[in-house]
């Protein structure tokens, strides 16, 4: 009887600590803009602001809400990023709403690649955790 308690919490001790060391794959979906969506904001924080309150890992999953048409979202590097240039962009979704899974820890960047959308603040910094 004692010896098979023992070998009972032998096995709760491995299970529990193959729950510690593996972790959870769970991810988190983002709604980018929360109810206001990927949209033209009426003010330049907007976005820095919505980041701010979110903790990004990787295969998180953004949700960039917006009609087809109207916007995209290209990741593109810091350096485009900060001159709104869409020339050569890391990836491009041009039909939305748009699912982007987060696949790096670091900073990554997004824009609209529309018209005027990005000077006009359509833009998204995030920094991913490890």
């Not at 001790?13 to 593996?22: G, I, L, T």
């Not at 919505?50 to 998180?60: E, S, T, Y």
């Not at 050569?88 to 690649?113: E, K, Q």
Request: neutral net charge; proline residues 4%; glycine residues 6%.
């Amino acid at each position: 009887m004692a010896k098979s308690k023992m070998n009972m919490l032998m096995l709760m001790c491995v299970v529990v600590a193959s729950m510690e060391f593996h972790g959870s794959t769970a991810q988190t979906t983002h709604i980018v803009g929360n109810d206001f969506g990927w949209d033209v904001p009426q003010n330049s924080d907007f976005y820095v602001t919505w980041a701010l309150h979110q903790k990004f890992h990787v295969n998180d999953v953004l949700f960039f809400n917006f009609p087809i048409g109207v916007h995209t979202v290209a990741e593109v590097t810091k350096e485009a990023y900060n001159k709104c240039d869409d020339r050569n962009p890391i990836s491009l979704a041009t039909t939305g709403p748009a699912n982007v899974t987060i696949n790096t820890v670091g900073d990554h960047f997004y824009i609209c690649t529309i018209g005027p959308h990005c000077k006009l603040f359509l833009k998204l910094a995030i920094r991913v955790l490890g």
